[in-house]
């Protein structure tokens, strides 16, 4: 199964494989009834809470926890003293690289607080209230230090230093000086200069945007239970359980069987809980105090202190001749790495010109540090922002070129066979025919009016695979228990079982699917990547079809026929070899009932490494109106083009496209984080960290293209990430058709835009 | 801390002496109650106004209505008797934070917590309302112009609370309108604020006009220079832009994480001359 | 601080409790009546997803003390389906796949409910402002205002 | 096979090697032996394309003898 790809379905007759039934798990969640990560309480159970530091740079001298421990109703305070120090290694994490040594710096501040916000040290007591108090008797000596906020900045000689170790790497020879640059990446393809050369017509920018939030609603929270012999439960809020039991496991110094992890209900992600902030803390605290120990971040320290992603500064330049073929592309791209190393400058080098076809491409990337908190991975990690300033430059070619945006888009687009910038040739991808999809839309010949523009951008994710393990259950009435290790957060547990049940050929209603704790399953990689319907779902395909072989050996023993006669098909073993011909038929049910006398229980097991996840592409279109007495935008229209290989449930496929359209919108118009000059946030909150509103936005039409993935039994592509990487190409290129402004920096907000167009008229005048 | 919930003027004021300064009035609780959790405030006890009857109803007569101070935004927009004479008044009460806000926020609590971006404060202050205030000394009127003194600050005496806003009825020929500018659409403090109330003669001339603005000073201003540029006139262009600009010259802002100086200063003319327009539309669509 | 003692009528059904005055409402119902269907995603009143209706009045719960309850009647997400039948809004949602991850879903429900309790015929835009007050990042709100407009149709119907 | 950008300079500039390897693991062995330079990085979150299918954690995924093979760095995704 790793390697051998299996026959593709699709052109098979499919019954439930993209229709549109209610999810499993719906009624638990429209009645308030599903858990999510705070809804959990144990008897004896503690609060835990987290100091923070108020600087955004300072040295910890000392902190002295003394009177802390003191106060009636504390059970257990800490600091990074109580856990070990680990070396600066990358550690292989199922597909991530980790370093503990900035991992365990990040939980707990220890030389120094990198960013404000930074934990600093913990407590747990019998109320909040306590807890509260508590935090305000640790007395932290800090020697505040300069910091720096800024990437460009932060990548000057002089700039303060957060990581006196810290070496460049990625550049021969490595520097004998230490700074805040962390990591130098480069792909190249072909001849630059000699691309240029052949230009006609050649256009250069550099764009800016601002670190913003994934904005999951339910703040991060846990509950951990450590008992006096070292056996621990962790209920949490995550994106994967396994990943938080091996963070954890090796940041306390745990065995990983040791520590049971049960991801609860959980309440958006968007690559945000893919790291652990309070769960080492929350074991730590509990394996001290020997009670539970229930740990939940406000909004605000939510802001202050869980992952965003990057702000940046992106050059790009691209040369084409007078028909529209380019001839070369440049750009440099210069991440926001947070306090520790680790931006997504990489797979945003990669992105950056994934959609076009070219012979002569160059990115080089800069993973930069600086005084903010440590960036987490956001929806197709760091691909919106180089892709927004390739797409926003690609328009101004088209305008420079007089030829239609998607002309020029189709006229370069990647297809089968392209060889990408990051080098492999791509296999089958739908660009061509989201472009098309979206020239022939009503939405892109309706008319428009004064100060309104029409935008269009493309975008491109890779999606991944990784470890993933399922299990079917075949109960004694013929229903189906799916055990998958994927959390859900839209909707997962609704494909998966209904690839299971397709398999089978029973009703989806047989099939109850829940998300293993990890005693359940073996290791599965995350809810990340857009892998789920595709890694996941391609685990629960094999474990449906053990259960089928399964099956039909056990009526081959009832009938006392050879296995090869017994055939599965509409959930029934059937033999062709009858009395008088007539068929021989035994239904699933009634082959379960009797499993117990014809070999045991009926258990379908999967544990694999998906490969082969497909890339998805995408087109959007948007229609904006711009008012240019108070600089505020408008979005009129909003249509989201993309490849899904084949949408499995095509609501939850459509639920990702307008969702991750929206949150671009809001990347686009108002989300940004403002420090003031010591470096704290001003605005950790969501009054004024500008996430859309429900008036904010039309309706967002979306259109389902199908390039099936062939290395998928359904020929599925992840979906989640791709549609947040056009919207903000699209929106600034719509503002630049509508006002003839065309804005290079994010987010733009009506200040920014009003100054934008009074500079242009004092130009003018 | 503690919680009383007095049904009187009289108890209430009597907790609110009795305490110091260390008591603080509980109206609709969606600014005390943010600042309670974030321990920007740490009162002895908070005196809930709500089980007050004057302080929740509102009245009307031939001299014009008494709002009660802890009547809930949407209360007060249900009135329609009020909505048809001060629409401007009530748009700007209606904009105050979500549905779920205006079920609990109060025009009493919007002023007194002095924030210099208050939405009902400029519609107020151009339609004239008086805020009728008990303390110690008794009950005395106070222009609403006259609460706010700077942010967070208000010229209220130890023991003293807003029990009810006065507003006249409105002159014949006569409308009031407020806008505001927010990036969303919605759940926004304001960048700016403008609220005009004008009235016109039978020849159509603007014989009386009060212009408010919010979020362009410290304190939400009466601009009596926006208001001379439109009494006297037909409210024409020319007095429009006469008024743009005075009410520009008005703004005093800061740069802050809302908006620029440079910004302020120029919304508040585009709004001003959007909302006298709409002001106008009424008076001639004839109040009262 | 001594606790108060609270009676009230939390779902139609009388409820008494024990909260300090700093308590929230928001905080009662979750951690004192285990009512977790209310959730807290800002405790500021900025995302709705604690929203109940109090006194037939939609508001936001963290911004209620928990001694405000004093005779009063909540109504949270625990009390929208009667018996084994969901309400037309709870079913529409299903029906439309209106949530992802599923945890602003009891607020947009019980803003959604006071709605259609006010306003049966509601317009996209009315649908669209009267629920801008409860925050989703993961539907980008298209399937919610249609889910709650077809609700609005089934409800006129029957 | 193909290394191109840091991994390229890491190789002393070589962007075109033959190697001979019947799966992933041979590779990057037999790699690692030919650039000591390059060694530590590759176990540093990269992944192999063969013949443009990406492949990530697979020691033992089959290389053909005319298989084109790119070092790329690992994808993970939010």
């Known amino acids: 199964m790793n390697d051998v790809p299996m026959q593709a379905l699709t052109e098979r007759k499919l019954k439930i494989v993209g229709t549109r039934p209610l999810r499993p798990d719906g009624v638990d969640k429209v009645t308030g009834r599903a858990k999510f990560g705070a809804d959990i309480h144990l008897p004896n159970m503690l609060i835990g809470k987290v100091l923070r530091s108020p600087h955004a740079h300072a040295r910890i001298r000392s902190i002295d926890t003394s009177k802390a421990r003191a106060l009636h109703g504390v059970k257990a305070v800490i600091t990074a003293a109580d856990f070990t120090d680990l070396p600066s290694e990358f550690i292989p994490a199922g597909e991530m690289m980790v370093n503990y040594r900035d991992m365990t710096r990040n939980i707990l501040a220890r030389e ?74 480069e792909f190249s393809l072909g001849d630059i200069a000699a691309g240029f050369a052949q230009a006609d017509v050649i256009v250069e920018r ?82 001290q105090a020997c009670q539970p120990v229930k740990m939940v971040m406000s909004r605000t320290e939510v802001f202050q202190a869980s992952g965003p992603t990057s702000g940046a500064k992106v050059w790009v330049k691209i040369g084409a001749t007078r028909a529209g073929r380019i001839t070369a592309a440049d750009a440099l791209l210069k991440y926001q790495a947070g306090a520790f190393q680790g931006s997504p400058v990489q797979p945003g080098c990669m992105c950056a010109f994934a959609p076009y076809d070219l012979d002569n491409v160059r990115v080089i990337g800069y993973d930069v540090v600086v005084n903010r908190p440590k960036v987490a991975a956001y929806r197709a990690p760091g691909a919106p922002i180089s ?23 189709l006229k370069n687009a990647a297809k089968e066979g392209t060889r990408a910038a990051y080098g492999p040739k791509f296999g089958p991808i739908g660009l061509v025919q989201t472009l098309e999809a979206a020239r022939a839309h009503a939405h892109y010949r309706a008319p428009l009016k004064a100060n309104q523009g029409r935008g269009v951008a493309s ?85 449906a079809r053990s259960v089928v072989r399964q099956l039909r050996e056990r009526a081959a023993k009832i009938w006392e026929i050879p296995l090869e006669s017994v055939i599965w098909e509409d959930g029934c073993a059937r033999a062709l070899t009858g009395e008088g011909g007539k068929p021989k038929e035994l239904p699933l049910a009634e082959i379960a009932k009797s499993a117990g006398k014809t070999g045991g229980p009926i258990v379908g097991n999967a544990a694999i490494s998906a490969q082969g996840a497909g890339p998805s592409l995408a087109t959007h279109l948007v229609d904006v109106e711009v008012d240019r007495e108070t600089g505020k935008i408008t979005i009129l229209r909003y249509t989201a083009i993309q490849d899904a290989g084949r949408a499995v449930h095509p609501s939850y496929v459509e639920g990702q496209m307008q969702g991750g359209a929206v949150q671009g919108i809001g990347w686009a118009l108002n989300e940004e984080y403002i420090y003031d000059q010591n470096g704290r946030l001003e605005n950790p909150g969501f009054l004024d ?35 947040i990487v056009p919207p903000m190409a699209a929106i600034a290129n719509a503002v630049e058709h509508a006002i003839g402004i065309r804005f290079t920096e994010l987010p733009m907000s009506p200040p920014r835009v009003l100054k934008a167009i009074d500079d242009k008229q004092a130009v003018q005048a | 801390m ?83 004479a001060w629409p401007g008044v009530v748009e700007a009460l209606n904009l105050i934070g979500s549905t779920q806000i205006q079920g609990r926020a109060t025009p009493g609590g919007n002023l007194c917590n002095a924030s210099p971006a208050a939405d009902s404060v400029p519609a107020m202050i151009a339609a004239g309302a008086v805020c009728e205030v008990a303390g110690p000394d008794g009950v005395r009127d106070v222009p609403v112009e006259n609460i706010v003194t700077g942010p967070g600050r208000t010229s209220l005496a130890r023991g003293e609370f807003v ?91 800061i740069d802050d994480k809302r908006g620029t100086v440079a910004y302020r200063n120029k919304v508040a003319g585009v709004l001003a001359r959007r909302a006298a327009q709409i002001a106008l539309e009424r008076a001639r669509g004839g109040h009262g | 601080m001594a606790k108060h003692h609270v009676t009230t009528t939390v779902n139609a059904d009388p409820v008494e409790f024990l909260c300090t005055p700093e308590q929230t409402l928001l905080d009662v119902l979750r951690d004192v009546l285990y009512l977790t269907g209310s959730k807290e995603g800002c405790g500021s009143g900025d995302c709705g997803a604690c929203s109940v209706i109090l006194d037939g009045r939609l508001v936001c719960s963290c911004l209620v003390l928990g001694v405000e309850a004093q005779g009063r009647s909540v109504e949270t997400i625990e009390g929208m389906a009667s018996g084994d039948e969901l309400h037309p809004l709870q079913q529409k949602f299903l029906e439309h796949a209106a949530l992802q991850c599923g945890v602003c879903t009891p607020g947009f429900l019980v803003a959604a409910k006071a709605l259609l309790d006010r306003n049966p015929d509601p317009t996209e835009t009315e649908v669209r402002y009267w629920l801008a007050g409860n925050l989703c990042r993961c539907t980008g709100y298209d399937k919610i205002v249609r889910a709650v407009l077809d609700a609005a149709n089934v409800m006129r119907r029957s | 096979m193909v290394l191109s950008g840091t991994l390229k300079e890491l190789a002393g500039g070589a962007a075109q090697i033959e190697i001979e390897a019947g799966n992933v693991r041979q590779l990057l062995r037999a790699l690692g032996e030919r650039y000591p330079a390059l060694a530590p990085h590759l176990d540093d979150g990269y992944a192999i394309a063969i013949d443009g299918q990406i492949f990530q954690d697979a020691w033992f995924a089959p290389i053909g003898p005319d298989s084109e093979v790119h070092l790329v760095p690992a994808i993970r995704g939010g």
Request: contains cysteine; hydrophobic residues 45%; negative net charge.
């Open chain 1, 112 to 185: 120094k607080a990198l960013y404000e916000g930074h934990a600093v040290a913990a407590v747990a007591a019998t109320t909040e209230a306590i807890a509260a108090q508590a935090l305000k008797l640790i007395e932290v000596d800090y020697e505040v230090l300069p910091h720096v906020m800024d990437v460009a900045q932060a990548m000057e000689p002089d700039a303060p230093l957060l990581h006196e170790n810290m070496y460049t790497i990625g550049v021969e020879p490595t520097p004998a000086k230490p700074s805040n640059i962390a990591k130098r990446v």
């Open chain 1, 206 to 287: 550099e764009f800016t945007t601002k670190p913003v939030h994934q904005g999951y609603i339910e703040p991060h929270a846990c509950l951990a239970s450590v008992s006096e012999d070292g056996q621990a439960e962790l209920w949490c809020t995550t994106q994967g359980q396994f990943v938080v039991r091996s963070f954890c496991a090796k940041l306390l110094g745990m065995e990983l069987s040791k520590l049971r992890v049960t991801a609860s209900e959980i309440g958006g992600g968007f690559g945000g809980k893919t790291v652990v902030y309070l769960e080492p803390l929350a074991l730590a605290l509990s394996r």
């Open chain 1, 387 to 409: 892709e927004f300033a390739v797409e926003s430059v690609i328009d101004e070619l088209a305008q420079r070129l007089k030829l239609d945006p998607i002309e020029l888009r």
């Open chain 1, 459 to 543: 975008g491109f994710w890779f999606n991944i695979g990784g470890e993933t393990c399922a299990t079917l259950n075949l109960g004694e009435d013929g229903t189906v228990t799916l055990v998958a290790g994927t959390p859900d957060i839209g909707g997962s547990r609704a494909s998966l079982a209904m690839m299971a049940a397709e398999e089978l050929g029973i009703p989806l209603e047989n099939v109850r699917p829940v998300i293993g704790d990890t005693g359940t399953l073996g290791y599965t990689f995350l809810t990340g990547g857009s892998r789920v319907t595709f890694s996941s779902g391609m685990a629960v395909v094999e474990a």
């Open chain 1, 689 to 723: 960290y500008r996430i859309p509103v429900c008036s904010d936005v039309p309706m967002i039409d979306t259109v389902i293209v199908e390039a099936p993935n062939p290395r998928h039994p359904y020929g599925v592509r992840g979906v989640g990430e791709t549609p």
């Open chain 2, 2 to 84: 503690d919680y009383r919930s007095p049904g009187s003027v009289q108890e209430a004021v009597t907790l609110l002496t009795a305490h110091n300064g260390a008591a603080h009035v509980l109206a609709g609780g969606t600014d005390l109650l943010v600042k309670l959790r974030g321990g920007f405030v740490a009162p002895e006890v908070v005196v809930d106004v709500k089980a007050i009857p004057q302080l929740r109803q509102i009245e009307s007569d031939a001299r014009g209505f008494r709002i009660g101070a802890a009547m809930s935004c949407a209360e007060i927009g249900e009135h329609a008797a009020l909505a048809a």
């Open chain 2, 163 to 253: 029990v009810s806003f006065r507003l006249p009825r409105p002159r014949p020929r006569s409308g009031d309108a407020y806008l505001r500018l927010i990036p969303r659409t919605e759940m926004d403090i304001a960048v700016v604020g403008v609220g005009v109330a004008l009235c016109l003669d039978e020849a159509g001339l603007c014989t009386h006009a009060r212009v408010g603005l919010g979020a362009v000073a410290p304190t939400p201003l009466l601009v009596q220079e926006a208001a001379d540029a439109l009494i006297g006139t037909r409210v024409d262009a020319a007095a429009l832009n006469a008024l743009a600009a005075a009410a520009s010259a008005a703004c005093k802002p």
